[in-house]
């Protein structure tokens, strides 16, 4: 493995060179991500699992794709951890990428082996999930305190190189599956995976590498141990936890939406229940730790409360690819026209919307004295996307009443919501990025992802809430149909998180926790 070591840092205030080397990267690992992603559905429902009654294939395949996404977005909890700890980032970034090849190999040679094949996405459950937390990150290590005012542009460089990746996987890896066969489908996405690490390898004289931070005994995760364990206030942080603990137990064994989600519930519980009781008891602990090691604590937990508060945000974000495909096969369209491929709309907005905020948005919104900060982007975001369910909401209601439509009005959800998404994903990742310690990079950044997670388990818990014979009884004396009602209740939680996270957005004082220069 590459030794630790810190490289002279470009001239002040400059784009570190080295950074065409992770964009570059990421391009190709995006692609080779969204490709395999966007055919499996359609590969599992008419090859890998013909063996099932036909009935049973939709519902398998859905099962299937999403406990691999859960568990991509579960990962990022280990390779933010062993970055953090033991290997450091680059080393990290490598290891997994190797085991992501390996996964697209298997997927190409194992088309007619349920093993081999499940193994395949595995593999790349474990390497794409614990790059996640690490690159992004280690993009932002190349900066310091005489050019971060670049880290944003960096970043939403990051963010439109990914979309850039999707775009093109979304159109031509389908074409490819029909065309060829699943092995090419399969293969080319494991090539531009290879292409990718290739890219990375190639610039690894030029990065700033910064070792893994060493063993602590006032680290956040040591704080958070003595926290429980402690035994001042009637070991009240012990308790919380315990209670956390058996919360979790019981959430993940009655959730009923199958194993990866009720063990991903029971991690969130524990998390949060373990944060909680170290908050309470941070002043008892004065006799253990440092002040700067508690009050670093402190800053962690505040940024935790904003992802938290992001979380509504995916929930609305992450179910374009269900609710709002279904919504559209209900749509006037042409005949050649498949409602999935609205998605394409998508990261071609994020691309266009990008480059405007940055030229145009942003500019005009400093003239007029307003400083668009990242917690304000974040805020307007996920009004945004409020916004973006309440329009499609409406739509449903001429869908109900019998009323004809063109599928051409999602353009306008489309379009409010891959504003909200460009506002606070891309946003979010230079401001995980700079509110982080040095030394909680790489976790921070994975809870960044976990945050995709718990949004989608909160699309679990409320459609399991809503599918009870109470609740659809209640739906239906509204006048609503069940489809309009969640869309509206969608919108409704996004606005009451955006209002909750402005006003904690004006009480958080930002930081910067970038190398000195």
């Known amino acids: 493995m590459t030794t630790a070591t ?15 080397y992770i964009i570059g990267n990421e391009g190709c690992e995006r692609f080779s991500f969204y490709g395999m992603r966007n055919i499996l559905t359609a590969f599992l429902t008419t090859s890998l699992l013909l063996y099932l009654p036909e009935d049973m294939r939709a519902g398998e395949a859905k099962h299937i794709f999403h406990n691999f996404m859960i568990g991509v ?3 990022p909890l280990l390779g933010g951890w062993l970055a953090d700890r033991l290997w450091g980032k680059y080393n990290t970034i490598v290891a997994f990428s190797l085991l992501y090849c390996v996964g697209h190999a298997c997927l190409a040679l194992f088309e007619n082996n349920l093993t081999g094949f499940y193994a395949g996405l595995a593999l790349i459950a474990i390497g794409s999930g614990g790059i996640k937390p690490c690159v992004s990150s280690f993009c932002g290590d190349q900066f310091n305190e005489s050019n971060k005012h670049l880290a944003k542009v960096v970043f939403d460089s990051f963010y439109w190189i990914i979309n850039f990746g999707s775009l093109f996987a979304s159109l031509l890896m389908p074409v490819f599956l029909k065309s060829y066969g699943p092995s090419v489908a399969f293969g080319i996405p494991g090539v531009l995976m290879f292409i990718a690490l290739a890219i990375f390898w190639l610039g690894r004289k030029h990065y700033t590498i910064l070792p893994p931070a060493p063993k602590d005994p006032h680290s956040f995760w040591q704080v958070l141990k003595s926290g429980i364990l402690s035994p001042a ?19 993940s064994l009655n959730l009923g939406q199958g194993l990866v989600a009720g063990f991903c519930l029971a991690l969130v519980l524990v998390l949060f229940s373990a944060s909680l009781a ?36 995916w929930s609305l974000f992450d179910q374009k690819a269900s609710t709002w495909v279904i919504q559209a096969g209900f749509m006037s369209k042409p005949e050649w026209f498949a409602p999935s491929q609205m998605q394409a709309l998508n990261p071609a907005l994020v691309m266009m919307l990008i480059p405007f905020n940055n030229l145009v948005l942003y500019p005009a919104l400093r003239r007029m004295g307003v400083e668009p900060t990242a917690l304000k982007r974040m805020t307007a975001g996920i009004v945004f996307s409020a916004l973006a369910w309440i329009v499609v909401g409406m739509m449903q209601l001429h869908l109900d009443s019998g009323d004809a439509l063109s599928i051409a009005w999602q353009i306008l959800p489309y379009a409010l919501l891959t504003m909200g998404e460009v506002l606070v994903s891309a946003t979010g990742l230079e401001f995980a990025y700079s509110q982080a310690p ?3 990079k790489g ?32 739906v239906s004396a509204s006048g609503l149909s069940l489809e309009a009602f969640l869309m509206f209740f969608f919108a409704g939680i996004a606005l009451f998180a955006a209002l909750v996270f402005g006003l904690y957005a004006r009480r958080y004082r930002e930081v910067s926790h970038y190398r000195a220069a």
Do not use: C
């Open 6 to 20: 810190t490289q002279a840092p470009a001239a002040s205030g400059a784009m570190p060179r080295q950074i065409a």
């Open 73 to 75: 977005y579960f990962f």
């Open 233 to 251: 206030n009637g070991r009240r942080g012990g308790w919380l936890f315990a209670a956390g603990v058996a919360l979790a137990i019981y959430g």
């Open 278 to 313: 170290a908050w309470w008891q941070l002043d008892a602990l004065r006799d253990r730790h440092p002040e700067e090691a508690l009050q670093g604590v402190r800053a962690v937990l505040r940024i935790l409360i904003i992802f938290a508060l992001v979380t509504p945000f």
């Open 438 to 440: 040095l030394s909680m």
């Open 443 to 474: 976790t921070l950044m994975s809870f960044w992802g976990l945050s995709t997670t718990v949004g989608n388990l909160w699309v679990l818990l409320i459609n399991a809430g809503v599918a009870s014979a109470a609740m659809k009884s209640t």
